[in-house]
T-cell receptor
Framework: GESVGLHLPTLSVQEGDNSIINCAYSNSASDYFIWYKQESGKGPQFIIDIRSNMDKRQGQRVTVLLNKTVKHLSLQIAATQPGDSAVYFCAFSGSARQLTFGSGTQLTVLP | KAGVTQTPRYLIKTRGQQVTLSCSPI?????VSWYQQTPGQGLQFLFEYFSETQRNKGNFPGRFSGRQFSNSRSEMNVSTLELGDSALYLC?????????????FGPGTRLLVL
């Protein structure tokens, strides 16, 4: 069945370092991929998205990379800040207009 | 523009009761989706509404139902509550609910079933 998985459930980085969060998916028909950030007590917040006809997209301090060959998605956060501490979810939208989410990675930024 | 709002934010119920949660989408958004978030199962899709019609449904029992009003506001109802229904219920809205449209989430309603 469809699934989205994460390689690392937790990630700790030093403030100012770059962070890389990975995600594997199994549905090769997926066309749209999204990264969300969820802080404690809040709903998921959209960070960045990418469509299947692209392999890289950049936002403010964030970059998403898509490797369709190996069905891998990654989120890179440059110069990680304490405010980046949160759970990060990858998600993809398939043919049924529903989002399938990964299990999440807890990012902790160390001072 | 105001974001997605959900009420109530917190709710405590007992087994067997029913509960209704409300969601107001971003102004102009016509698609509303509901998700259940638990530590064990993560984020799971419940259903999606567009123009007052349920367009898609996840793998949840019939105790979970919803509806959408003409102003795009949506409610979900859970009847005969079970302990396992304790979760964060999230509502998300998008303009038309297209497959490549961003869904924007509300803060959620945290339901505790005792």
């Amino acid at each position: 069945g469809e699934s989205v998985g994460l390689h690392l459930p937790t990630l700790s980085v030093q403030e100012g370092d770059n962070s890389i969060i990975n995600c594997a998916y199994s549905n090769s028909a997926s066309d749209y991929f999204i990264w969300y950030k969820q802080e404690s007590g809040k709903g998921p917040q959209f960070i960045i998205d990418i469509r299947s006809n692209m392999d890289k997209r950049q936002g403010q301090r964030v970059t998403v990379l898509l490797n369709k060959t190996v069905k891998h998605l990654s989120l890179q956060i440059a110069a990680t800040q304490p405010g980046d501490s949160a759970v990060y979810f990858c998600a993809f939208s398939g043919s049924a207009r529903q989002l399938t989410f990964g299990s999440g990675t807890q990012l902790t930024v160390l001072p | 523009k105001a974001g997605v709002t959900q009420t109530p934010r917190y709710l405590i119920k007992t087994r067997g009761q029913q509960v209704t949660l409300s969601c107001s989408p971003i102004s102009g958004h016509r698609s509303v989706s509901w998700y259940q978030q638990t530590p064990g199962q993560g984020l799971q899709f419940l259903f999606e509404y567009f123009s007052e019609t349920q367009r898609n449904k996840g793998n949840f029992p019939g105790r979970f139902s919803g509806r959408q009003f003409s102003n795009s506001r949506s409610e979900m109802n859970v009847s005969t509550l079970e302990l396992g229904d304790s979760a964060l219920y999230l509502c998300a809205s998008s303009l038309l609910g297209g497959e490549e449209e961003t869904q924007y989430f509300g803060p959620g309603t945290r339901l505790l079933v005792l």
